[in-house]
């Protein structure tokens, strides 16, 4: 039982027990004679670990493990044919290497959100050199061992070294600008149509290859002939066998690259191309060979890489001598190309309805973050909430090596899985680790264009990585001030009410130090598609106050803002309010509530936090002013889409559409 030990030292993950079943599933029935076919084998193995783990179907190692081996069976004897004019051993790895990635791309979407362009050099050249240098060079360090320990810790090092190498250079490749591509989720019914367009296209395209291959190979140098013998032709064979077995003997060993499955001779596979050998006594079903070919040696290609040089062969050249791809086969084939692309471009764009802009408050716990998409296909990030510690140094030891993090495990994800592909702006409207702490994550993985904020700094270690993150990626930073505005559209605008214009950066560049963050949160008016909504971070009352004072004495351009001053006899009513530090008591007056007489006010906080967000006197004052409230901490995340004026709210915990009145 050589494969459960290694199984075992392997870490026995999901593709590795596969591996491990079907080699030992295909060696058995090799020895014992019994016809072989590598669906029904990678079939079996399937349902043996799903009785041992129903769960395993759930495992994305497990899918990909078996979508890809699958896929290696059905597809690959059709992209071969198309790297049939190239050198055997380039053309067989080249398809491996495509076949993989066409197979596992779907998938890779759908978990990942992002797909490298780079992957097909990398699958290539490091994979080939991992499986033909450091898994041989770490076996043979491995059995030395026993024998001379220095020469095997010599060998070790070499091997990790080369390891380390092939990790170091995927970071590099991730790393440059423009090859790695987000993808948004598809659906199940386009990953179908995917692999169904895939297949009948490579088909299209392997019989027109097959139709211009010359006549004049013979098999068994370059491709093996396929078998078409009844009963009284394999009689006949029969009674010729002992005549023809000499002078068969070296045609055979031409072909006994064939004959290997996972390193290991298997002389009933080569009986089985050798047409002169074939007699009646064979009680078994057989195939063509080609077709015993195609997927005996898929399977064994699934298992070791080596075997893809000798593996992967097409169906020999007399077989497709007299196919003939029709005129109506080529335009199906042109159609069916300019369709597969089509539906490639479809995928890659982030689904939102025309004109239809979306603000989302996402729910991330104890903190803010709200992604803004306007009509026009902007999107902007208020916020990435973060991972709040409230340990010292005396608690460090308890703090986990890879602590869980916000904006690396929920808000980055929910960007990729909805398409977003770059930010146009990323708003920290303060620097307390709730608001800006999951931004570093967002830095790191989504092109954004620039990175605005209140123009100061905590003075704290992670604020001040995020800033120095954006100057080492070149992003622009724009110190926020009151009477700013950005308009990222023409239906977009965002009026920035709050900090007051003190501060700023003096003579020297330095970012000043400012501890009492929440007083200096940015707060912003966005009008959007005929709506307003209001976005206030932490600030607190005294803040509130000084923003109203500003606006009754006009320094804040009420004309183009359409604020009024407080004596108006028309008050002011936007559409949705965000209240302020997470419905703190702090904030929220009533002076501030009354001025902007909002039909509904968005609480994003913490379920069962410890501040007691929201607090109950705040949520009383927007009852009596007559707000609708959603709550993220009851709700999930809320969505409002707007569109001519009118918003249309949806949340995720409660399957109802809500239109605001």
């Not at 990585?465 to 724009?478: E, G, M, N, V």
């Not at 501030?592 to 006010?601: C, D, T, V």
Request: hydrophobic share 45%; aromatic share 10%.
């Amino acid at each position: 039982m050589w494969w459960l030990t290694y199984v075992l030292l392997s870490g026995g993950s999901p593709s590795v027990i596969r591996a491990g079943m079907m080699s030992m599933i295909g060696l058995y029935m090799t020895k014992r004679g019994l016809a072989r076919d590598g669906l029904q084998i990678i079939s079996a193995a399937a349902l043996l670990m799903m009785w041992w783990n129903p769960y395993f179907l759930l495992n994305v190692s497990f899918q990909l493990s078996f979508l890809v081996t699958t896929g290696l069976m059905i597809y690959m004897p059709l992209i071969n044919r198309l790297f049939s004019k190239w050198p055997k051993a380039l053309a067989a790895t080249v398809s491996v290497t495509v076949t993989a990635q066409l197979i596992s791309f779907p998938v890779t979407i759908l978990y990942f959100n992002q797909f490298s362009l780079l992957s097909f050099a990398a699958n290539l050249l490091l994979v080939s050199l991992i499986s033909a240098v450091v898994l041989p060079l770490g076996t043979v360090a491995m059995i030395l061992s026993f024998v001379w320990f220095p020469a095997a810790k010599i060998l070790a090092w070499i091997a990790v070294q080369l390891n380390q190498i092939t990790f170091l250079t995927v970071e590099w490749m991730n790393s440059l600008p423009g090859f790695v591509m987000i993808w948004a989720s598809p659906s199940l019914l386009w990953i179908t149509a995917y692999y169904a367009i895939l297949y009948v296209l490579l088909y299209l395209l392997h019989q027109r290859s097959g139709g211009d291959a010359p006549h004049d190979v013979k098999a068994g140098e370059e491709d093996t002939a396929p078998l078409h013998m009844d009963r009284q032709m394999a009689s006949a064979t029969h009674c010729l066998q002992g005549q023809a077995a000499a002078s068969m003997g070296s045609k055979l060993g031409q072909s006994s690259s064939i004959s290997h499955f996972a390193g290991t001779e298997s002389p009933n596979i080569a009986r089985v191309h050798n047409p002169m050998q074939l007699s009646a006594q064979h009680a078994q079903p057989m195939r063509t060979a080609g077709t015993d070919q195609g997927s005996l040696a898929t399977l064994g290609a699934s298992i070791a890489w080596p075997e893809y040089a000798s593996a992967f062969t097409a169906k020999g050249a007399g077989f497709y001598s007299e196919v003939q791809i029709s005129k109506g086969q080529r335009w199906l084939c042109g159609v069916l190309a300019i369709s597969f692309v089509a539906g490639l471009w479809w995928a890659y764009q982030t689904p939102q309805p025309a004109g239809t802009g979306v603000v989302q408050f996402l729910d991330i716990g104890q903190g803010d973050s709200t992604l803004i998409t306007t009509p026009g296909g902007k999107h902007i990030l208020v916020d990435g909430g973060g991972t709040i510690n409230f340990g010292g140094n005396e608690t460090s030891w308890k703090t986990r090596r890879d602590p869980y993090e916000v904006g690396a495990k929920v808000v980055v994800p929910l960007l990729k899985k909805r398409g977003i592909h770059q930010l146009d702006a990323v708003i920290a409207t303060h620097a307390d680790q709730d608001h800006a702490g999951g931004l570093q994550a967002v830095l790191e993985q989504i092109p954004v264009k620039r990175l605005m904020f209140n123009g100061t700094t905590s003075g704290k270690e992670k604020f001040d990585q995020l800033l120095d993150t954006a100057t080492q990626r070149q992003i622009p930073l724009f110190a926020i001030r009151q009477g700013m505005a950005y308009k990222p559209d023409r239906e977009t605008t965002l009026h920035f009410l709050s900090p007051e214009p003190d501060g700023l950066p003096d003579s020297s560049g330095e970012i000043p130090v400012y501890e009492n963050q929440n007083a200096a949160s940015v707060v912003f008016l966005l009008e959007m598609a005929g709506t307003s909504m209001l976005f206030t971070g932490d600030m607190d009352a005294a803040t509130e106050q000084d923003v109203l004072y500003a606006i009754q004495d006009g320094s804040l351009a009420e004309a183009s803002m359409g604020l009024r001053p407080l004596s108006s006899s028309s008050p002011i009513s936007i559409d949705v309010l965000k209240a302020a530090h997470h419905g703190s008591k702090t904030s929220s007056s009533d002076a501030w509530l009354q001025y902007w007489n909002a039909k509904a006010a968005l609480i994003s906080a913490g379920v069962n936090n410890t501040y007691g967000h929201p607090n109950p006197e705040v949520m009383k004052r927007l009852e009596q002013e007559g707000s609708r409230i959603y709550r993220t901490d009851k709700m999930g995340e809320v969505q409002m889409k707007v569109k001519n004026g009118a918003v249309e709210v949806r949340y995720k915990l409660v399957k109802d559409e809500k239109p605001l009145e």
